[in-house]
C-alpha cells in the first residue's frame, strides 16, 4: 500500500473542535498525519498522529534554509502561503512517504482511502482538483 501523509503547521493555541480533527484522522489508520505546533495542551493523540513541537523562529529558519530564500515572516497565519512547499521544508519527516499533502484543522476527514485508491496512487504522481496547476490537499 502506498504510504501518505498530511502535513499541517498551527501555530498558537488549538482550537476547541481539534479534537475531531483528530478523530477524523484516526478513522483513517492508514494515512499518517504531522501537525507542527507549540500548542502547549496535553491530548490523547492518534497513533498514525505525529505532533512536532515547532515556533515561528524554527520556521523561518527551516523555510529559509530548505527554499534558500530569507524568510522573516512575523505573523503565524502567513505560513499557510508556503503550504505548496511543504514538501520541500518538511522533506526530512516525509522522506518515507510515497505521497505527500496539505491538510487543514478545521474539517473532519470521510475515508481518504475509498478516493486515493491504490489504483489512482500508481497511475498519478500528482493529485489536484485543478487540471491546470497543482491545487488542494493531495
Given at each position: 500500500?502506498?504510504?501518505?501523509?498530511?502535513?499541517?503547521?498551527?501555530?498558537?493555541?488549538?482550537?476547541?473542535?481539534?479534537?475531531?480533527?483528530?478523530?477524523?484522522?484516526?478513522?483513517?489508520?492508514?494515512?499518517?498525519?504531522?501537525?507542527?505546533s507549540?500548542?502547549?495542551?496535553?491530548?490523547?493523540?492518534?497513533?498514525?498522529?505525529?505532533?512536532?513541537?515547532?515556533?515561528?523562529?524554527?520556521?523561518?529558519?527551516?523555510?529559509?534554509?530548505?527554499?534558500?530564500?530569507?524568510?522573516?515572516i512575523?505573523?503565524a497565519?502567513?505560513?499557510?502561503?508556503?503550504?505548496?512547499?511543504?514538501?520541500?521544508?518538511?522533506?526530512?519527516?516525509?522522506?518515507?512517504?510515497?505521497?505527500?499533502?496539505?491538510?487543514?484543522i478545521?474539517?473532519?476527514?470521510?475515508?481518504?482511502?475509498?478516493?486515493?485508491?491504490?489504483?489512482?496512487?500508481?497511475?498519478?504522481?500528482?493529485?489536484?482538483?485543478?487540471?491546470?496547476?497543482?491545487?488542494?490537499?493531495?
Amino acid at each position: 500500500m502506498k504510504k501518505i501523509v498530511l502535513l499541517n503547521c498551527y501555530l498558537g493555541k488549538l482550537p476547541w473542535y481539534f479534537d475531531f480533527f483528530l478523530k477524523s484522522c484516526a478513522t483513517n489508520p492508514s494515512v499518517d498525519f504531522i501537525i507542527f505546533s507549540n500548542d502547549e495542551k496535553v491530548r490523547e493523540i492518534p497513533k498514525n498522529v505525529k505532533m512536532i513541537k515547532f515556533s515561528l523562529e524554527k520556521f523561518n529558519q527551516l523555510a529559509s534554509e530548505k527554499l534558500n530564500l530569507d524568510i522573516k515572516i512575523t505573523n503565524a497565519y502567513k505560513i499557510c502561503d508556503f503550504k505548496p512547499a511543504f514538501g520541500v521544508i518538511f522533506q526530512s519527516e516525509i522522506e518515507n512517504y510515497d505521497f505527500c499533502g496539505v491538510c487543514d484543522i478545521d474539517l473532519v476527514f470521510g475515508r481518504i482511502r475509498e478516493f486515493m485508491t491504490e489504483e489512482l496512487l500508481n497511475e498519478f504522481d500528482v493529485i489536484s482538483v485543478k487540471d491546470s496547476f497543482p491545487s488542494g490537499y493531495f
